[in-house]
């Protein structure tokens, strides 16, 4: 485990050096030290122990860093201490502190990379999920659940490779960007032994109190996400395996076409999602919440909500999703000279049926696919919540082998 390893490195490199101190007459420590991490205040802060990971019904964050890590390791007790590892750290991490408390010893890297030092926790919640072929590269395929298949190919998809595959993903939402980016960077450290990065976004979703967001086309994104009960039944695993408590985590790297969005008239924008821009109200509707009504004809006997519209074929598959995506926008997209810009489109489900059903419907007749490109994929089986002390990250799933 690179923990041990790490240290042991550790050690022989501080070994060295402070050899060599001595030898200048130096005591190590005197030379430098760190101060413990200080916060301004230590509000917002999400409980690390929990019935669920922390990072799928807690209301999204403004800012995500999410990643895709391929298995470096084949050997499950290495994997097994690894996510061990990760429970300790993200429970530092998500009550605003520092990965370890910080050495008096100058010559040795710093035991966290510091950039969060005097930060507050900003409601930081960190997230793991495991792709099918966590359990192919380990040899334990047997106690992979049969709903985590590798997604199909759906029409008009346009993956790049860079954007698809991986192992293990870990999703870091905190309403500062730094915060969030520094939980993965500390995680990645600790388990270089163990894991590569494959790739990664980071993303922002950007509203004021407890409005919905808009996404970058301008429309109020999430209003008919499920709530309360319905929410729990929509999201939480219910097989009698380890994964019970659960969830699968869909991520889509959407590009949206700006240019041609930002040049097509507002009434053909709303048409295509069969609501309004401006309220987010379903057509035939007043205010945002009204309930949508597919069966609503106009005069002519035409359907209110156009029957190509994203949410009209979405919403009559009768199926629920938790979507919690952030936007993006990673500079200039070098062969065409335009944005490159689009939605991290997140969602969690209690099976992946309920992600490939709408998608394919979604796929062929969505007005929308004019404006976007799916380029990025992945599937993951995000592990119940830590529950205790005596408890961590895939516990029951190790457990079970
Ligand atoms: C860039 C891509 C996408 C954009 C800009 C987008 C935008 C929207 C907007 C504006 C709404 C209406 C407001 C709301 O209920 O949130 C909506 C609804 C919805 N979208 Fe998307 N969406 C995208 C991709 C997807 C994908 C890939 C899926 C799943 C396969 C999806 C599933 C849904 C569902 C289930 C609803 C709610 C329908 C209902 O009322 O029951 N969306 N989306």
């Known amino acids: 485990m690179s923990h041990t390893n790490n240290a042991r490195r550790d050690f022989l490199k501080s070994s060295v050096i402070i050899g060599a101190g001595l030898t200048m007459g130096l005591a190590a420590g005197t030379a430098y030290s760190l101060e413990p991490r200080t916060k301004i205040t230590i509000e917002n802060i999400y409980p690390f122990f ?41 429970r530092q991490l998500t009550q605003g502190k520092n990965v370890q408390t910080y050495s008096q010893n100058g010559y040795v890297p710093a035991v966290d990379t510091g950039e969060a030092d005097s930060l507050n926790p900003y ?6 999920g495991v792709s099918p072929s966590f359990f192919t590269k380990l040899g334990i395929e ?34 500062d960007p730094q915060v969030a980016f ?51 039944k929509t999201v939480w695993y219910e097989g009698n395996n380890w994964l019970k408590g659960g969830s699968f985590l869909v991520v889509r790297k959407i590009q949206m076409f700006l240019e041609t969005w930002d040049r097509t008239n507002l009434n053909e924008q709303q048409h295509t999602f069969g609501r309004h821009r401006d309220s987010g109200a379903a057509y035939g509707q007043k205010k945002e919440f009204d309930p949508v009504d597919l069966d609503k004809k106009d005069a002519n ?57 709408i998608q394919n419907k979604l796929g062929n007749i969505d007005k929308m696919n004019e404006y976007i490109t799916h380029i990025g994929s992945g599937l993951f089986a995000c592990f119940a919540g830590v529950k205790d002390e005596n408890d961590y990250l895939g516990k029951a799933l190790f457990e079970a082998l």
């Open 50 to 90: 929990n019935p669920h990971q922390q990072g799928i019904t807690s209301p999204a964050q403004h800012h995500i860093y999410f990643i895709v890590l391929d298995l470096h390791s084949q050997d499950v007790d290495e994997i097994h201490q690894m996510f061990k590892t990760w429970t300790e750290y993200s």
């Open 182 to 232: 520094h939980a993965v960077r500390n995680l990645v450290r600790v388990a270089r032994s163990e894991i590569t990065m494959r790739w990664s976004q980071s993303g922002f979703n950007s509203f004021e109190g407890t409005d919905t967001p808009r996404n970058l086309f301008g429309f109020r994104d999430g209003t008919g996400n499920p709530q309360g009960e319905e929410l729990d």
């Open 301 to 357: 006997g035409q359907p209110v909500v156009p029957e190509d519209s994203h949410m009209h074929l979405a919403h009559k598959t009768g199926l629920k999703m938790l979507r919690r995506s952030f936007s993006y926008s990673s500079g200039i997209d070098s062969r065409t000279g335009q944005f490159d810009a689009g939605l991290l489109f997140i969602s969690y489900q209690k099976d992946p049926q309920q992600f490939i059903t």
């Open 123 to 128: 409601n930081l919640t960190l997230t793991f």
């Open 142 to 175: 047997k106690a992979k659940p049969a709903e985590l298949v590798d997604l199909p190919h759906f029409p008009r998809d346009q993956l790049k490779a860079e954007f698809t595959g991986g192992d293990i993903c870990i999703q870091a939402c905190a309403d």
